[in-house]
């Protein structure tokens, strides 16, 4: 059966790169945009051209560099976001303008001291005015996972009527649950008129650790775009991460939902992001994080040398990395040493293994790690 195609809508350069800290110059945000075109995205959102003078000029150039993807720009409900945005994607292959609205009432509330029927009016005339530069609009309904369902449909349906080709439905404050989040995205499905002129999208924040999950519960009820960053990266405890969420498809073929993304480029993009921005990626993150593959405990690494698959889910050249890491530790068992000494060409009898692991406990429960350059003076000292 065929797979149902997810777009990859990577906003690493807009919502990551709002990261204190994390700001980038052109000559950088264009090596990025680069590979993400190489990864196999299919939208770069590559700033907010009115943001300023220097954000306006990277998404100029990542517009005139990017070969494949569809490039964005994100725009507030505002005429002269909309025509600043427009003017620096000029030059793109494809373009698109992200152009969208506070759709809560604490936002409708607060952030604009406005009624629901103002927003929406503010929402279509935005939509209709971006829809005079370019075919393909995107719209966001900020907070509307905070948002009241029939008042966000209502929003959806008049900006699809006024051109919207896409409707993201982010949840800004990262508050739903996954059931929650999924039953949201059916809702529209359900009671959008003329929804099948639109793709809807997820934008999902990690703020209760649940970006993934949420975007994942929004495609497998309908959502067919998923805005996601690279590392997870994004404002507070960031965004839905692009490389978990490309491999929980590839990795449950139940799903049924397949994405264009090239994964044995995840690893080398992730480091990239991460040298770039000055971000470290936290060694326990999935995927690409320096112990995904890393396995210490005797138990684990017994199996995993059995059998790779005893521990892991993924194998390790689908994501870029090269290989599955045995990390010697005093938790680490026998089979562990044998390995790793048989690696740089000791072969150790049951005998000898016994007193050189007596050895290697020794040496292990003084120090963090034991490395492969260690392992000649153990031995040695294990007098075989
Ligand atoms: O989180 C959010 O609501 C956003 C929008 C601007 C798309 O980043
Ligand atoms: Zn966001």
Redesign the pocket.
């Known amino acids: 059966m065929a797979t149902n195609r997810v777009e990859i809508f990577d ?1 690493t350069l807009r ?1 990551g790169e ?1 990261v204190p800290g994390c700001k980038l110059n052109t000559k950088n945000k264009l090596i990025i945009a680069e590979r993400l075109d190489q990864l196999g995205v299919d939208v770069i959102e590559a700033g907010f051209p009115i943001s300023s003078p220097g954000d306006f000029n990277s998404v100029v150039e990542v517009a005139k560099l990017v070969k494949n993807a569809r490039v964005c720009g994100l725009s507030r409900a505002v005429e002269k976001d909309i025509k600043i945005a427009a003017e620096a994607l000029q030059h793109a292959k494809k373009a698109r303008i992200h152009t969208g609205i506070g759709t809560s009432d604490s936002h409708i509330k607060y952030k604009f001291n406005a009624t629901r029927e103002l927003v929406l009016e503010r929402a279509v005339r935005a939509v209709s005015y971006a829809k005079t530069f370019v075919e393909d609009v995107e719209f966001y309904a900020e907070d509307a996972g905070r948002t009241d369902n029939a008042f966000l449909a209502q929003v959806c349906e008049a900006v699809v009527a006024a051109g919207a080709t896409v409707l993201n439905i ?1 949840d ?1 404050t990262g508050y739903c649950l996954p059931e929650e989040y999924g039953a949201k995205i059916k809702y529209l499905k359900e009671n959008v008129k003329g929804i099948h002129k639109a793709t809807l999208s997820c ?1 999902c ?1 990690n703020d209760l650790g649940l970006a993934t999950a949420n975007a994942i519960a929004g495609v497998a009820n309908g959502a067919r775009q998923i ?1 996601c960053t690279i590392n997870g990266i ?2 507070r405890a960031g ?1 839905t991460s692009l490389e978990e969420v490309v491999m929980i498809m590839k990795q449950h073929p139940t799903l049924n939902l397949s994405t264009g993304i090239n994964t044995p480029m995840l690893y080398e993009t992730s480091q990239m992001v991460s040298e770039l921005m000055g971000m470290v990626v936290q060694p326990n993150k999935a995927i690409v994080g320096a112990n995904a593959f890393a396995h210490s405990s005797g138990i684990h690494q017994d199996g995993v040398i059995k059998n790779r698959e005893t521990y892991e889910i993924i194998d390790p050249a689908d994501v870029g990395v090269t290989a599955s890491a045995i990390v010697l530790t005093a938790r680490s068992g026998r089979a562990a040493l044998a390995y790793r000494a048989k690696n740089i060409g000791y072969e150790l009898n049951k005998l000898e293994l016994d007193k050189v692991y007596e050895e290697f406990l020794r040496f292990a429960d003084q120090n963090k790690e034991v490395q492969d350059e260690d392992l000649p003076n153990i031995i040695k000292a294990s007098n075989l």
């Open positions: 906003t919502d709002q982010p800004t934008h924040h805005e994004g404002e965004n």
